[in-house]
């Protein structure tokens, strides 16, 4: 959870899409599942799921980076 100082309100529709693309994003290149989310006016939820540690083929590792650059 992330919330911000004195309950600002940060998050209108267009950021909360913004915050969710990258999310999934960063999810991505991480190798973690988002399993849920929640965006409100002013804080976020996110519960993820971590994988096992394991080795990464080059070939992941690119299609990671790749898709972190778009």
């Known amino acids: 959870m992330?919330?911000?100082v004195n309950g600002e309100r940060l998050f209108?529709?267009?950021a909360?899409?913004?915050?969710r693309k990258r999310l999934?994003?960063?999810a991505d290149y991480c190798?973690?599942?988002v399993i849920t989310f929640a965006?409100?006016?002013n804080h976020f939820h996110v519960l993820l799921r971590v994988p096992c540690?394991?080795?990464l083929s080059d070939v992941e590792m690119l299609r990671r980076y790749a898709g972190a650059l778009s």
């Open 31 to 33: 190798g973690v599942e």
């Open 24 to 26: 999934w994003q960063v």
């Open 12 to 14: 209108d529709d267009v």
């Open 39 to 41: 965006v409100m006016a």
């Open 53 to 55: 540690r394991g080795d």
């Open 16 to 19: 909360k899409e913004v915050l």
């Open 2 to 4: 992330s919330r911000m």
